[in-house]
């Protein structure tokens, strides 16, 4: 069974930084890709980042590029989300997802097959 448990999240200035983890379990992580999503208050959840099982491919929301880094550890069976330079508009519930490929790091949900419970994430202006 897989399991994905995000952490991280809190409240921070615009302009600040935080870093999400998201742990998993169940199979073996080195071998599928992994994406960040978000979703605000009243909106669709959306893509923010995914990374492909090797780490050597990422993929970014125009709204995150730049700003936001995705990377994992597979020793450590994690994927981070370092977001950087903050905006309110960033305020959003951010869930980890693991694709069901080793390589498809692409937007669309229904190619990632698990998701975490998602973690909140604030930013005052």
């Known amino acids: 069974q897989v399991q994905l448990v995000e952490s991280g ?7 600040g930084s935080l870093r999400l983890s998201c742990a998993a379990s169940g199979r073996t992580f080195s071998s599928y890709a992994m ?6 208050p009243g909106k669709e959840r959306v893509f923010v980042a995914s990374i492909s ?6 993929h970014y929301a125009d709204s995150v590029k730049g700003r936001f880094t995705i990377s994992r550890d597979n020793a450590k069976n994690t994927v981070y989300l370092q977001m ?12 980890c997802a693991q694709g069901s490929r080793s390589w498809y790091i692409g937007p669309l949900d229904h190619e990632y097959e698990y998701w975490g419970q998602g973690t909140q994430v604030t930013v005052s202006s």
């Open 35 to 40: 994406g960040w999503f978000r979703q605000a």
């Open 53 to 58: 099982a090797s780490g050597y491919n990422t």
């Open 9 to 15: 999240g809190g409240l921070v200035q615009a302009g």
């Open 84 to 95: 950087n330079m903050l905006k309110p508009e960033d305020t959003a519930v951010y869930y």
